[in-house]
């Protein structure tokens, strides 16, 4: 499933970025519950969020969602 190969990216560039999940979601303006879920694959964002956590770690979209995922928005 593609949100399970999205999950593990976001879950991956951010501690590849050295980043918790507390200060990870602070920095979104989003909860440790909403990050999680996101991590989980439990939650699909939208392409605005997902061009937030890019930003957020320092990499290009294209990096973060690879190229299995379709954004839809």
Known sequence: MEYDQLAQRIRAFRKL???????LAERLGVSVAVLGSLERGTRRPDAK???HIADTLGIELAEL?????RIKD
């Open 49 to 51: 969020l997902l061009e």
């Open 17 to 23: 970025k050295g980043h918790t999940q507390q200060e």
């Open 65 to 69: 969602v690879g190229n299995t995922y």
